[in-house]
């Protein structure tokens, strides 16, 4: 078996990502520990320039990347780096495109990267049928991002943003709340809550937590707007001029809740004394922002393994079966603004 | 001369982000707002496909673009994003790789990207001679990002972090701010301030302030350490550890600002009250932490249109003399971490 950052990481008594900072050259690393990095690294034999191999196979050594954007919702920039941590650790190069948010997007930007020499795809499916990126991937192993129709045709994985949203509004219930709003959805009649979008499943998630409890699902309730900071912040300000209803709020995405948070400070709100605040994602600046945000946080080291993991084994030929379904890890983290 | 988004913007009455967004499928513009774009886009006859021009010139219409992080610090996020939205909105496809920190991974990121067909590289010169950039770029046409060499041999575009710390440690001075500590930088003798590498410049920047305000340069005053918010969190808890000496602190870049306004509220040391804080870059999240922070930020806009627009002059054949070097503006935006 080929050797691994991982392992160099246990045997230098690092962390992965300080291995992996550090043979980028990364230029804060003690010298210390750059010294048990490099032992490490030739006692085990592991081979940081791995491209001799792919002049062997006919293969490029390239997995390309698409991500709906690359900075602000900081959730895809992170995912993004995550990904490109697991290509470069396993001896592949990385390269980054942005895929925009919907089906012409998606299907343009792949369209692009297979017009670049690679050996594979991850890319967001977008809402387009797995057939179709399929033929647009032009023979290319592709492993999708978000592909929520219940029989997907390729590899894909899943940020579980129903079963998220369903924990993060349990969180405000089991903290005593009651008028709990969700910002970041449209407003659906129950009768169409099974459509397999994005949003419409996060607002499942809601609503299916509220009934559990007997409350009741409420129009008025709901906030829609896109998953960013600025959004945030004027929803905080027009919940604030609506004379502050609610004492718990559910937000779609992290961005979202540090825009909630900084609109409530505009205000002289304090959170969480007058109103509780929970995101989903698990972004770093969570820990960062004053007060820091309650978030059910997505395991991104795990999700990148997962899609890096089943594309190699693809590209490799370890692997060729049926169509695998990977869903993210989801984990609780409670901090100031819920508290 | 072609139709470009910002003059659809201007017709449509809207901003050049907006009809960005729109056109790569964003989903939450206003109806209204789509009217006028698609109206704009017909009116003028903007091309938002226009890959057939590609395949006459027998250029490839893809521009690729290295930035030292994905993520964290934002502000190379962001920088890739604005440099994205310049691309496509010249009507050229994009590519982005991560380069890393030093000269070894900024080569092997460059020849990476000159394996890929582009037409154009941007790419950080992480200290590698501009000669042997134009050698790995192949042939390709290549601007540098933060070439601080005195005669560069490539067309470059500069963070001035100099005089960006030098603004920055004058606001703090303005303040009446007398003992002023920087983070971020290691310890340089003043004979040796005249290194050409970003570290250097900024600290350069800060004694600079100094000594024209008759204060002196003392050693224990700097805090060195990588650019992140981990590191300014660490660093905020040794000062306060320290008996908080400091009347203000200017920070190398906004993510070590954002990390130490959440390391003094760790400690309940109140911004500005107890210690004013600067940082420099002008990432988004200065404006959503409590209390907000004062920046001296770089014109991101202007920057990437500078790198992107002597790109494509030389690809296209417009220019073809000597090398430019063009320098981000700046400007200082006083939030609430200095008041």
């Not at 499916?125 to 129709?149: H, M, N, T, Y």
């Not at 970041?184 to 809601?206: A, F, H």
């Not at 600046?285 to 820091?292: G, I, N, R, T």
């Not at 393994?305 to 890890?329: F, Q």
């Amino acid at each position: 078996m080929a050797v691994t950052m991982k392992d160099v990481a246990r045997r230098a008594g690092v962390s992965v990502a300080t291995v992996s900072y550090a043979l980028r050259g990364g230029q804060y690393v003690s010298e210390e520990v750059a010294a048990n990095i490099r032992a490490a690294v030739e006692e085990l034999g592991y081979a940081t320039n791995q491209s001799a191999r792919y002049l062997r196979s006919g293969r490029t050594g390239v997995i390309a990347v698409g991500v709906h954007e690359l900075d602000i919702p900081y959730f895809y920039s992170r995912f993004a780096q995550h990904m490109v941590d697991r290509i470069e650790n396993a001896g592949y190069k990385a390269l980054v495109a942005r895929s925009g948010w919907n089906a012409s997007s998606v299907r343009e930007s792949l369209e692009r990267l297979s017009d670049q020499p690679s050996d594979g795809i991850i890319v967001h499916a977008g809402g387009v049928p797995s057939s179709e990126l399929k033929r647009l991937g032009k023979g290319r192993q592709v492993v999708l991002i978000d592909d929520f129709s219940a029989r997907p045709g390729l590899d894909t994985i899943i940020v579980p943003g129903e079963q998220g949203i369903r924990m993060a509004t349990e969180h405000l219930l089991d903290r005593g709340c009651r008028d709990i709003a969700m910002v970041g959805v449209p407003y659906m009649p129950k009768s169409r809550l099974g459509q397999r979008v994005s949003e419409v499943m996060r607002l499942r998630g809601y609503v299916t937590a509220l009934e559990r409890s007997g409350i009741e699902y409420r129009r008025d309730y709901l906030y829609d707007g896109e998953w960013n900071m600025d959004v945030g912040r004027e929803i905080a300000h027009r919940i604030v001029a609506d004379g502050m209803p609610y004492d718990g709020i559910v937000c779609a995405t992290d961005s979202l809740a540090v825009g909630l948070v900084r609109g409530f400070a505009d205000r002289g709100v304090r959170v969480p004394d007058a109103v509780r605040i929970v995101g989903f994602d698990g972004i770093s600046l969570d820990d960062y922002v004053v007060p820091s945000i309650t978030t059910v946080a997505v395991d991104m080291d795990d999700l990148a393994d997962k899609a890096v993991g089943m594309l190699i084994s693809r590209i490799e030929g370890d692997y060729d079966g049926a169509p695998r379904h990977e869903e993210g890890r989801l984990k609780l983290c409670v901090r100031e603004s819920s508290r």
